[in-house]
């Protein structure tokens, strides 16, 4: 088994090595004149790992004798996928968008969704989810984001025309880092990151041909932030790059943790005095778990501080993706601006405008997110009981987790204070460590290799994410229900004693 980087790296020298015999069959596009970014940009989280995964899961299918009897794919927040419920609200909605016959045929729909569908395809092209919406999106659907916006954040005004629509978040996420691309620069523009980070952030850092800045969460904290880092990964990368933007995850993702309001204004003060552009990844806001964590908005503090701070130019971002909704193939989400210039504004949207809109049905679950059933109204009480029974039982799993890791010898996990993933550090013993060097393999990445082989647990190393050096880390959501969790945490126990045995 190899890392990412070096598959990629085989990949690339074969397909080289080969380039001469591809040009003399008529190949016009070859790996020889592939743009070199889209060879170096990774993405752990559907990496060699993954791919392996999927390949044992046909084998199984195809009568295969495996030592397990079945894949558990921890890899991917992906809450769907492993057994969590539509929202009957929203399901019922995008049924009636989808289908608007369903309106006059099915009685048993509730009112207040027929009125919710109804208003929506009022705002769309022929009344049809078919047809193509604003660049921007549905108009309505940016007025009711809006109105979630100040409800949010204690009624600080939002205003739809800062609100881009987008195919999940991270398609806005591409599109604002987009703007940052320059090559009249001099230097590379720097995009400050979190290590450990979601991977979406280092692989259009690279796609883009821009500079990977990255700085250390602190573990021993709980993966908390201090300026002094900040301050070191600035002035340690300034002379490589033109650094103008600072990317916050807040919850993290990988690791879990809530930033205390003092740690953003931390942030912002920073973001301040280096002339930053902020961006607030917030796609997990409705998953906090943690006596005495709460989430608090970039915006809100940042506006809340008054000026100068109150003038930061800010990016913030959501999705229909996670949160108790989990809808990730819908793939709905949006960015909202605050202060950004108008004229750039202007051209954001013509930029967005060449891939005419997002789906509209991903559309449609944005606008049920944030524009869910009144108390009163016909669907409220089933949707309240259906939300409050998924927060309350990633609630559960999130300490579950936490317990269940850090009882392994071996193993130590910080509490996952939000999100829906756990990054636990494991200790890997020398000739555990030697061998994978040998391979040309991460440490971490060898031991996710080998837990998958023998027991069909797909995992994300800590190498994916990025850490610090000489530490060994994975990802795994809190995700699995709870009878799935303790017949992984079973094949995880017992895989692990077994390592620690094999390499000691």
Same mark, same amino acid.
């Given at each position: 088994?190899?890392?990412?980087?070096?598959l990629s790296g085989l990949v690339a020298r074969r397909l080289f090595?080969?380039?001469?015999?591809?040009?003399?069959?008529?190949?016009?596009?070859?790996?020889?004149?592939?743009? /070199?970014?889209?060879?170096?940009?990774?993405?752990?989280?559907?990496?060699?790992?993954?791919?392996?995964?999927?390949?044992?899961?046909?084998?199984?299918?195809?009568?295969?004798?495996?030592?397990?009897?079945?894949?558990?794919?921890?890899?991917?927040?992906? &809450?769907?996928?492993?057994?969590?419920?539509?929202?009957?609200?929203?399901?019922?909605?995008?049924?009636?968008?989808?289908?608007?016959?369903?309106?006059?045929?099915?009685?048993?729909?509730?009112?207040?969704?027929?009125?919710?569908?109804? &208003?929506?395809l009022g705002s769309c092209g022929g009344k049809s989810a078919g047809?193509?919406?604003?660049?921007?999106?549905?108009?309505?659907?940016?007025?009711?984001?809006?109105?979630?916006?100040?409800?949010?954040?204690?009624?600080?005004?939002?205003? $739809?025309?800062?609100?881009?629509?987008?195919?999940?978040?991270?398609?806005?996420?591409?599109?604002v880092l987009k703007l940052f691309i320059n090559r009249n620069n001099?230097?590379?523009?720097?995009?400050? !990151?979190? !290590?450990?980070?979601?991977?979406?952030?280092?692989?259009?850092?690279?796609?883009?041909?821009?500079?990977?800045?990255?700085?250390?969460?602190?573990?021993?904290?709980?993966?908390?932030? =201090?300026?002094?880092?900040?301050?070191?990964?600035?002035?340690?990368?300034?002379?490589?790059?033109?650094?103008?933007?600072?990317? !916050?995850?807040?919850? *993290?993702?990988?690791?879990?943790?809530?930033?205390?309001?003092?740690?953003?204004?931390?942030?912002?003060?920073?973001?301040?005095? @280096?002339?930053?552009?902020?961006?607030?990844?917030?796609?997990?806001?409705?998953?906090?778990?943690?006596?005495?964590?709460?989430?608090?908005?970039?915006?809100?503090?940042?506006?809340?501080?008054?000026?100068?701070?109150?003038?930061?130019?800010?990016?913030?971002?959501?999705?229909?993706? @996670?949160?108790?909704?989990?809808?990730?193939?819908?793939? *709905?989400?949006?960015?909202?601006?605050?202060?950004?210039?108008?004229?750039?504004?202007?051209? %954001?949207?013509?930029?967005?405008?060449?891939?005419?809109?997002?789906?509209?049905?991903?559309?449609?679950? !944005?606008?049920?997110?944030?524009?869910?059933?009144?108390? *009163?109204?016909?669907?409220?009480?089933?949707?309240?009981?259906?939300? =409050?029974?998924?927060?309350? $039982?990633?609630?559960?799993?999130?300490?579950?987790?936490?317990?269940?890791?850090?009882?392994?010898?071996?193993?130590?996990?910080? /509490?996952?204070? *939000?999100?829906?993933?756990? %990054? /636990?550090?494991?200790?890997?013993?020398?000739? +555990?460590?030697?061998?994978?060097?040998?391979?040309?393999?991460?440490? =971490?990445?060898?031991?996710?290799?080998?837990?998958?082989? $023998?027991?069909?647990?797909?995992?994300?190393?800590?190498?994916?994410?990025?850490?610090? =050096?000489?530490?060994?880390?994975?990802?795994?959501?809190?995700? /699995?229900?709870?009878?799935?969790?303790?017949?992984?945490? +079973?094949? %995880?126990?017992?895989?692990?004693?077994?390592?620690?045995?094999?390499?000691?």
């Amino acid at each position: 088994m190899r890392t990412a980087q070096a598959l990629s790296g085989l990949v690339a020298r074969r397909l080289f090595s080969s380039s001469t015999r591809i040009m003399a069959s008529g190949k016009t596009l070859t790996v020889s004149n592939i743009n /070199p970014n889209v060879i170096k940009m990774e993405y752990a989280v559907r990496g060699p790992i993954v791919i392996r995964a999927v390949e044992l899961e046909k084998e199984l299918a195809n009568g295969a004798q495996k030592p397990f009897p079945n894949v558990i794919k921890a890899n991917i927040g992906d &809450a769907h996928a492993m057994g969590q419920k539509p929202i009957t609200f929203i399901r019922q909605l995008l049924a009636c968008i989808a289908n608007p016959s369903l309106m006059e045929t099915d009685k048993t729909l509730p009112s207040d969704v027929i009125e919710h569908a109804n &208003a929506f395809l009022g705002s769309c092209g022929g009344k049809s989810a078919g047809a193509y919406s604003q660049s921007t999106g549905v108009e309505v659907v940016r007025k009711h984001v809006s109105e979630y916006i100040s409800r949010r954040d204690g009624g600080i005004p939002s205003n $739809s025309e800062d609100i881009c629509l987008s195919g999940g978040a991270s398609e806005s996420i591409r599109n604002v880092l987009k703007l940052f691309i320059n090559r009249n620069n001099a230097k590379k523009v720097g995009i400050m !990151i979190p !290590i450990p980070q979601y991977p979406l952030y280092s692989a259009t850092i690279e796609e883009f041909g821009l500079g990977q800045v990255g700085y250390y969460l602190s573990e021993a904290s709980n993966w908390s932030l =201090d300026e002094a880092e900040l301050e070191r990964s600035f002035n340690d990368h300034s002379k490589e790059y033109d650094i103008r933007v600072l990317c !916050i995850i807040n919850p *993290g993702n990988p690791t879990g943790q809530v930033l205390s309001r003092e740690n953003i204004e931390t942030i912002i003060k920073f973001a301040h005095k @280096k002339k930053l552009f902020l961006m607030a990844d917030e796609v997990y806001q409705d998953n906090v778990y943690a006596q005495g964590s709460e989430f608090h908005s970039f915006k809100k503090v940042l506006v809340e501080m008054g000026e100068p701070y109150s003038k930061l130019e800010l990016a913030s971002f959501h999705s229909v993706s @996670k949160g108790y909704m989990g809808e990730c193939g819908m793939r *709905g989400g949006y960015v909202e601006f605050l202060n950004l210039d108008p004229e750039v504004y202007v051209l %954001f949207k013509k930029m967005i405008s060449a891939k005419l809109c997002s789906t509209v049905l991903g559309q449609a679950v !944005i606008d049920a997110v944030v524009n869910p059933p009144k108390e *009163g109204e016909p669907s409220y009480a089933l949707w309240k009981k259906e939300r =409050d029974a998924v927060l309350a $039982s990633l609630k559960e799993r999130a300490t579950l987790v936490e317990k269940a890791y850090s009882s392994i010898d071996g193993i130590s996990c910080n /509490p996952v204070q *939000g999100a829906m993933y756990a %990054f /636990p550090q494991i200790t890997i013993p020398q000739k +555990a460590v030697e061998i994978a060097q040998s391979r040309n393999q991460q440490p =971490d990445f060898f031991y996710a290799m080998e837990l998958l082989e $023998s027991t069909g647990i797909c995992i994300v190393p800590g190498s994916g994410f990025g850490q610090k =050096d000489g530490t060994y880390h994975f990802r795994t959501t809190i995700l /699995p229900q709870p009878e799935l969790f303790k017949d992984m945490l +079973a094949r %995880f126990t017992d895989f692990h004693a077994k390592f620690l045995a094999q390499y000691k």
